[in-house]
């Protein structure tokens, strides 16, 4: 008889201490994974901060985390290393599903972690220059997103170089996330008229562009290693490129951009721009693959890689081929979520040498399947900027061996460029805005030089005889 009660009340023991509490097992992994969006005043939906916030939605909390879901992180592990990673562990997931599965106990007070605190203003100090959307912008309570340029004149008499970026949603329940453009030349200014805004989806609706930093939700600001600065033509304006969520009532957002300046960089760094047009997505088609690529025509580091598609994309993988023939995984999204796109550094750069080739593959789903569809029934889908087209770019953001290289690596990347678009492009003089009506002119008659049997197009032969006279120009 007292072994039983013994043995029972071993069992009651056991069983209480491998079933999870809040207190003791479920809060930490909340205030650490989830708190930073999951609290008042935040992007997401509710606040996971007290008991009762979790415990109303402890099946649903389990659901989503072990889809991976929540918390929102789309780079497939084992495919880069990124900073801030947001991953929540196997044995993180059982314990939300076990807490759960048995009634999600409080358990004892006295092991409650304090929550956590958040500064309400600049996470990274207070910056050297605040730039403020010109008038606060009104988003009515319902309606679909809004996609929305603000440009804002920085006002420099000289050259400004950058050394952090930090944006700060003023209010968090509607600004969903930001992309920041520098435009040296006014784009901008002209495409918003007379006010200091204008609609914007896939992009900022001008090139080139010089993208200088991207927030979403849980992201922190971008600072520049050492020597690293970025440097901003004197004239340029900012373009805030932010994304929209109606919130149920009406809403006003006058968001801002910090800025600490430093010294000018020592350090060369150039940006990576693989982009393909030759998007032709037939309604219905659930499988469409687009694939483009670009060689790499110095050794570089590459710190950081933003991918970007719109609703259709779907799969997005990024392999750079090194020229000894190694395969090194840049990223792999296979979920891709427009709501949840941004910059993704590297822990440590990535090394790649001179010669390498770095493709994208992305996998787009026009049929009726993809809930994220924005045409019922489907349409036919082409390159554009547009919600209902679509686009298959990556920006490689890289570091030089030295300051020196860095005006070479900018012509020799804005060739290797030219060289993807003569490879790819369905008509040879329907140039991209990125290739300037200068370089068009050259370009057209080069293409006519070359064209040795005067087809109209450069076959592979002679694209490559082109190039090869072309590159050792530059040397
Ligand atoms: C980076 C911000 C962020 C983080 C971190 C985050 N969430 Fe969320 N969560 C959201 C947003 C925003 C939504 C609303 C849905 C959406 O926009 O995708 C949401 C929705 C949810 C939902 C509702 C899902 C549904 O189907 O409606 C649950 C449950 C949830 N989150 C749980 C969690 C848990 C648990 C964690 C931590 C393990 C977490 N979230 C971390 C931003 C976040």
Redo the contacts with the bound molecule.
């Keep these: 008889m007292r072994n039983l009660i013994w043995a029972g009340l071993a069992g009651a023991m056991a069983a209480a201490a491998a079933t999870p509490t809040f207190n003791h097992d479920i809060a930490p992994?909340?205030y650490s994974?989830?708190a930073?969006?999951?609290r008042p005043g935040e992007?997401?939906?509710f606040s996971?901060l007290t008991y009762q916030d979790a415990a109303k939605?402890a099946k649903?909390?389990a659901t989503?985390?072990q889809s991976r879901?929540?918390?929102?992180w789309k780079a497939e592990p084992g495919y880069g290393e990124f900073q801030n990673e947001?991953r929540?562990s196997d044995a993180q997931i059982a314990t939300?599903k076990d807490w759960a599965a048995n009634g999600a106990p409080e358990g004892n007070a006295s092991e409650k972690p304090t929550p956590p605190t958040f500064t309400d203003g600049w996470q990274a100090g207070q910056p050297d220059k605040v730039f403020k959307l010109e008038q606060a912008y009104s988003l009515p309570a319902d309606g679909p997103d809004q996609y929305r340029c603000f440009v804002i004149p920085m006002n420099l008499d000289h050259d400004a170089y950058v050394k952090s970026f930090e944006f700060r949603p003023d209010n968090r329940k509607i600004v969903h996330h930001a992309i920041v453009f520098s435009d040296p030349d006014g784009n901008a200014r002209r495409l918003a008229r007379n006010g200091n805004s204008y609609p914007c989806f896939g992009g900022p609706g001008f090139a080139p562009i010089s993208m200088v930093a991207g927030w979403?939700?849980?992201g922190s600001p971008s600072v520049a290693g050492p020597g690293m600065s970025l440097t901003v033509p004197k004239g340029s304006d900012l373009v805030l490129q932010i994304h929209y969520h109606p919130s149920g009532k009406a809403e006003q957002d006058q968001s801002s951009l910090g800025m600490t300046f430093g010294d000018p960089p020592t350090v060369g760094r150039g940006m990576v721009f693989i982009n393909s047009r030759a998007i032709h997505i037939p309604a219905g088609e659930s499988h469409y693959v687009v694939k483009a690529g670009i060689t790499i025509p110095q050794d570089v580091e590459v710190l950081g890689i933003t991918p970007h598609a719109h609703y259709l994309g779907k799969d997005m993988k990024i392999d750079a081929k090194l020229p000894d023939g190694t395969v090194q995984h840049m990223i792999w999204i296979k979920d891709w979520d427009f709501?949840w796109q941004g910059q993704y550094r590297y822990k440590e750069p990535v090394k790649l040498p001179k010669g390498t080739r770095v493709e994208i593959e992305y996998t787009y789903d026009n049929s009726v399947a993809n809930i994220r569809n924005p045409s019922h029934p489907p349409v036919n889908v082409h390159w554009g900027e547009q919600t209902t087209d679509e686009m298959a770019v990556a920006f490689l953001s890289v570091k030089l061996k030295s300051m020196d290289d860095q005006a070479l690596f900018q012509k020799q990347i804005g060739l290797e460029f030219i060289n993807e678009f003569l490879a790819q492009a369905d008509n040879l003089n329907d140039f991209p805005p990125e290739i300037s009506p200068q370089a068009r002119a050259r370009l057209s008659m080069a293409i006519s030089l070359f064209d040795r049997n005067h087809d109209g197009k450069l076959d592979d032969e002679e694209r490559k005889t082109l190039m090869d006279f072309l590159r050792a120009r530059l040397q």
């Design positions: 992994i909340l994974n989830c930073t969006c999951h992007v997401a939906p996971l939605r649903q909390i989503v985390t879901f929540m918390p929102p947001r929540l939300l979403a939700p849980g709501n």
